[in-house]
């Protein structure tokens, strides 16, 4: 990793996910999962294992969304991060709870994606009828308290000593 800032792209857009996206998309997963409690895999997602996810998400009725820009002069389309909804809990009575994720790659941050990305999902999550939408935050996180709470999103409860990495709870 290099300390030079990702060029700011004059236009970043938000657009549903395809397939395509996916190995951007694990490399910013993949990234956290290297350097943070975010995300509380140990190792990083295969390709196979980003694809399955990606296949299981979209037939399971949720959506996941990209931000992506174009850096003047570039040919290539960045992921500069993504939200989606999954699963909170398999059993039906939950059929109508989601819970999101959402990760703006580290050097596409404090430029108001993740906002742009939550939002976009929330208002896809009405379309689609979901009632109750779930954030699960790691300690600490203090950006996404913020971003979540600026939504309306309250503070339900907190799960302690659930999760174990980087050798402590
Ligand atoms: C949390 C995260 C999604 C925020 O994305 P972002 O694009 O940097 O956020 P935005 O630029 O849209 O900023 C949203 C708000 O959070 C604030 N914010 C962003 N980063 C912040 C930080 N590091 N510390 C304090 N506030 C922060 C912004 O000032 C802004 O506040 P405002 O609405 O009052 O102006 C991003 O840091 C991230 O991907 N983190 C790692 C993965 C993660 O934690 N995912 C969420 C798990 S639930």
Redesign the pocket.
């Known amino acids: 990793m290099n300390d030079i800032p990702a060029p700011i792209p004059s236009t970043y857009k938000i657009r549903p996910a395809t397939e395509h996206d996916m190995p951007q998309i694990n490399g910013i997963v993949n990234h956290?999962i290297a350097v943070?409690v975010?995300n509380f895999n140990y190792g990083p997602r295969s390709e196979q294992d980003g694809l399955a996810w990606f296949r299981a998400t979209i037939a399971g009725g949720y959506p996941i969304f990209v931000a992506t820009s174009t850096v003047e002069g570039g040919a290539e389309e960045v992921v500069a991060?993504y939200s989606s909804l999954g699963s909170f809990r398999q059993k039906d009575g939950y059929r109508f709870t989601a819970e999101y994720s959402?990760?703006?790659h580290h050097e596409h941050?404090?430029?108001?994606?993740?906002?742009r990305l939550l939002k976009d999902l929330l208002i896809e999550a009405k379309l689609r009828n979901f009632h109750a939408i779930i954030?699960?935050?790691s300690e600490g996180?203090?950006?996404?308290v913020?971003?979540a709470k600026?939504f309306g999103f309250r503070v339900v409860g907190t799960m302690k000593d659930n999760g174990f990495k980087f050798n402590r709870w």
């Open positions: 956290e943070s975010n991060g959402l990760y703006i941050r404090q430029r108001g994606l993740g906002k954030g699960s935050i996180n203090e950006a996404s913020h971003l600026s």
